[in-house]
């Protein structure tokens, strides 16, 4: 349960709000690489914390994102024309580069110096892991991008999507950091028999289902949050499931762990929720393999548009969605998994959605499963209230501590997660 000014200090994100002053300290994707892939070719429309903003590739390579709207009198960007190395606006011609600076003003007269006092709102702007990453904080305070492990992987080895989310972006990552809900919304039916379990080789199924009631561990770190969920896996040995929290928006899956190949061991998944306004947002994920390319069945399973975190259509919008119910069916619901709802991303979205637009956190009842949500609200709290009185997030600038991975392992039950045992230290 929050208190209301504490719910909307969380949830809130446009220009000058607490959390949207955060926020902007930090390197956050706008885009896929595919959006936007051609120098020169059209401009796309970027809507981020609010903000309503216009993306291109000029001819040079480089990407530039400015305001929706041109200076002299607000046409819409987006039908500019993107021609030699700048975007100009149709309505009278003028013309800006990727930073902003009115490089062609041909309505007005040559001698003039109107031109040079003329600049379109930007934000500095890269291209990191199959996706277009904006920096919207101030110019002085620009981070390093943090090192991300997966941000570095070859394109053979990793595979990047987003779809939509038509609810708040804090009650979307909140779906992230609870995995006490696996047990539950994403079960099949099938899974609760015990003979099923038995015939799985799916470790991870088997292990998850045989203790639906893990003990959570939360470790402060320097990037966030490390959450450790422990099950019983036998007489000598817990199944350990680690979830990792990045500041502001970042989220890390454990592998599932199944017979055949150890390089299975090294894959993980994650997500990241950036917020388009306060209703709505994008949940970025992605999956990779560090050590290998993924094979010709992960491409499958991973496909951007028809894989797990799908299916999408051409804009991004998931096929099962609020407006059709996540096309629910009773029938499915009755004998084959608990919400009738197929695949996990839009079991995930139904729940989340399904919370309102904006979650009322005053009517709420958190468990002891719920430390995971509870400290991720108390350091961002923590962080924009500091920020209001002028303390910088210090995890802006450690990127360093972003290079870590999410982790899946058996560990014997003598090994506590606190000493640094040999199985923690995997986890770089
Ligand atoms: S409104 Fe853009 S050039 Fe006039
Ligand atoms: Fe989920």
């Known amino acids: 349960m929050l208190k209301k000014a504490d719910n909307q200090i969380l949830t809130q994100v446009g220009e000058g709000t607490p959390m949207g ?113 904006i920096y919207m904080g101030p110019p002085e305070l620009k981070p390093e991008f943090p090192d991300f492990e997966w941000a570095h992987l070859p394109k053979e080895r990793l595979i990047v999507t987003k779809r939509l989310t038509e609810c708040n972006w804090v009650q979307a990552l909140e779906g992230g950091l609870d995995s006490s809900h696996i047990s539950y919304l994403h079960r099949n039916l099938e899974d609760l028999k015990p003979q099923a379990i038995k015939k799985k080789d799916n470790l991870s199924v088997n292990y998850a289902a045989n203790d639906r009631h893990p003990v959570f561990f939360i470790d402060e770190t320097k990037y966030g949050h490390r959450i450790s969920a422990r099950r019983n896996a036998n007489a000598d040995d817990y199944y350990w499931r680690i979830t990792q929290f990045m500041v502001p928006f970042h989220t890390l899956i454990p592998p599932q762990i199944k017979t055949g190949r150890d390089s299975d061991k090294h894959s993980y998944a994650g997500h990241v929720w950036l917020p388009i306004d306060d209703e709505k947002c994008w949940t970025f994920s992605f999956n990779c393999n560090p050590s290998r390319e993924l094979d010709e069945q992960e491409q499958e399973i991973y496909h951007p548009r028809t894989g797990m975190w799908g299916p999408i259509d051409e804009n991004y919008i998931p096929l099962a969605n609020k407006a059709n119910d996540y096309l629910i069916s009773r029938e499915v619901q009755k004998d084959y998994n608990y919400t009738g709802i197929t695949g996990i991303p839009n079991q995930d979205a139904a729940v989340q959605e399904s919370m309102g637009i904006i979650c009322d956190r005053t009517n709420e009842r958190l468990g002891t499963s719920d430390k995971a949500i509870i400290a991720f609200r108390k350091r961002l709290l923590k962080m924009a209230k500091e920020l209001e009185k002028g303390i910088e997030p210090s995890e802006a600038s450690m990127n360093d501590a972003y290079n870590i991975r999410s982790a899946t392992y058996l560990a014997n039950k003598e090994i506590s997660i606190t000493d640094g045992s040999e199985w923690l230290t995997k986890i770089k």
């Not at 001698?111 to 600049?119: G, I, S």
């Open 21 to 133: 002053n955060l926020l902007r300290r930090f390197w956050m994707p706008v885009l896929l690489e595919e959006e936007i892939c051609d120098p020169d070719g059209p401009p796309v429309r970027v809507r981020i914390l609010g903000e309503d903003l216009v993306a291109f590739k000029n001819t040079d390579g480089k990407i530039g994102i400015i305001d929706a709207h041109c200076p002299h009198r607000r046409a819409g960007m987006f039908f500019g024309r993107n021609e030699e190395c700048g975007l100009r606006c149709v309505y009278h011609g003028w013309k800006f580069d990727v930073d902003g600076n009115c490089v062609d003003m041909p309505s007005e007269p040559e001698e003039t110096d109107f031109k040079q006092k003329v600049k379109i709102k930007s934000y500095p702007a890269l291209e990191k892991a199959g996706a277009v990453w």
